[in-house]
């Protein structure tokens, strides 16, 4: 069983389109999160979920909107597809929300997003 | 600014040996410092975590280090096989900023038989 699961794995598209990429996770954690990796491979994190709840959402242009209609699930929607858009993006979870565990980070495999 | 620094370079090691791998970074006060094994087309994996106040952790063959002093977090895999050829990456915290872990660019490893 896939613990955290993202479709579409690849996804090739236009500029200008608006492009969604769907998370799911199996695992029972409160936290869900959106990562993106770029050509030099840096992973930056762009939002966090606690519960359905925004707790996380770093300097990325507003047409970059997450989504969570339930704490197993975290959309991404992205209007306006710019060729700087091209990157993976990564969703995980993670089961703790202050400062005990490990905090330890659960992956998705990836969306590879290409704008042409 | 912040900034978590891993050698670019890819490390070739042969089997059999210890593979260590460097993390520094600057302007940071991590309270929480991760590892993390990628394969190609893969999601990161979770490999060891470290805190603060912890100078060294183990896992298996891993062996984790964390100088607060010099800024930084040594990897180590002993006995390295070629299974252990992969992207390590580190991922710092702070305590105030719980979850908001910053990612290095990794460092691969190569391990030959």
């Known amino acids: 069983d896939t613990a955290v699961s993202q479709t579409p794995k690849y996804l090739v598209t236009q500029m200008g389109n608006d492009k969604s990429i769907k998370c799911e996770q199996n695992?029972?954690?409160?936290?869900m999160y959106w990562y993106k990796q770029d050509s030099k491979k840096f992973l930056k994190i762009m939002f966090s979920y606690n519960n359905k709840e925004l707790i996380i959402n770093e300097t990325v242009p507003n047409r970059f909107s997450p989504k969570s209609p339930d704490k197993a699930h975290l959309n991404l929607h992205i209007n306006s597809l710019e060729l700087g858009d091209s990157a993976v993006y990564f969703c995980?979870?993670?089961?703790?929300?202050?400062?005990?565990?490990?905090?330890?980070?659960?992956f998705g495999e990836g969306s590879r997003l290409t704008v042409l | 600014s912040q900034k978590i620094e891993q050698n670019s370079e890819a490390l070739n090691i042969q089997e059999g040996k210890t593979a260590t791998l460097t993390c520094n970074y600057t302007n940071y006060s991590p309270a929480y410092l991760q590892w993390y094994r990628q394969d190609p087309g893969r999601g990161p994996v979770f490999l060891l975590l470290?805190?603060?106040?912890?100078k060294e952790k183990r896992k298996e063959r891993l062996k984790v280090t964390f100088d607060t002093t010099l800024k930084q977090s040594l990897f180590h895999i002993t006995a390295s096989q070629p299974a252990d050829s992969a992207t390590y990456l580190c991922a710092l915290m702070t305590t105030d900023s719980w979850g908001k872990f910053q990612f290095g660019a990794g460092t691969q490893v190569v391990v030959t038989p």
């Open positions: 470290i805190r603060e106040n912890e």
């Open positions: 695992l029972g954690h409160d936290t």
């Open positions: 995980a979870s993670s089961p703790q929300t202050s400062g005990r565990g490990t905090g330890e980070l659960f």
